[in-house]
Antibody, heavy 118, light 106 residues
């Protein structure tokens, strides 16, 4: 069965960097685009970034553009979110999700909490 | 970027009620609209994709309609397990966006 497991969250000071990982299993990872979606405490869902199945294209929400990068290693079935210049408003649970043909998200990880605080 | 709005932001309903949630896009997104249900502490669950296609395993009391800029999610007869927050999401643009959510409670 499809499984997505995020890791790398934690407490980080403002301005610092953090890298999240999402390890996939149960499907052909190299055939799917992968997304990051976040949810601040008590708030709604915010789409963050996507990387094409082959890593050829990446797109970002305006709120993270220029600060976050997304990458993938298809040999390791892993997608990464490199976050730099972190701000308090980046505090959220970060989910990775598999992009389906309709660009909907059927499969999600359990999420990893990032807290930006001094 | 395409902005998504939802109404209402919250609603109170009873078991057995028919519930309708509206989602509006800031520009036409054809039928590139998906609906999710989220319960506290859990990842979202895909209910409907491409505006009206029911995801496998989702009860038939859920239905979606619309195209262009205006969409609706309908729950024909609300069940106890349906009390949750519902989000729409557009997949027309490569900058995907979610609506702000509609909380359905008792």
């Amino acid at each position: 069965q499809v499984q997505l497991v995020e890791s790398g969250g934690g407490v980080v000071q403002p301005g610092r960097s953090l890298r999240l990982s999402c390890v996939a299993s149960g499907f052909t990872f190299s055939s799917y685009g992968m997304h990051w979606v976040r949810q601040a405490p008590g708030k709604g869902l915010e789409w963050v970034a996507v990387i094409w199945y082959d890593g050829s294209k990446e797109y970002f929400a305006d709120s993270v553009k220029g600060r976050f990068t997304i990458s993938r290693d298809n040999s390791k079935n892993t997608v990464y979110l490199q976050m730099s210049g972190l701000r308090a408003d980046d505090t959220a649970v970060y989910y990775c999700a598999r992009g389906e043909g309709s660009s909907s998200f059927e499969h999600w990880g359990q999420g990893t909490l990032v807290t930006v605080s001094s | 970027d395409i902005q998504m709005t939802q109404s209402p932001s919250s609603l109170s309903a009873s078991v057995g009620d028919r519930v309708t949630i509206t989602c509006r896009a800031s520009q036409s997104i054809s039928s590139y609209l998906n609906w999710y249900q989220q319960k506290p502490g859990k990842a979202p669950k895909l209910l409907i994709y491409a505006a009206s296609t029911l995801q496998s395993g989702v009860p038939s009391r859920f239905s979606g309609s619309g195209s262009g800029t205006d969409f609706t999610l309908t729950i024909s007869s609300l069940q106890p397990e349906d009390f949750a927050t519902y989000y729409c999401q557009q997949s027309y643009s490569t900058v995907f966006t979610f609506g702000p959510g509609t909380k359905v409670d008792i």
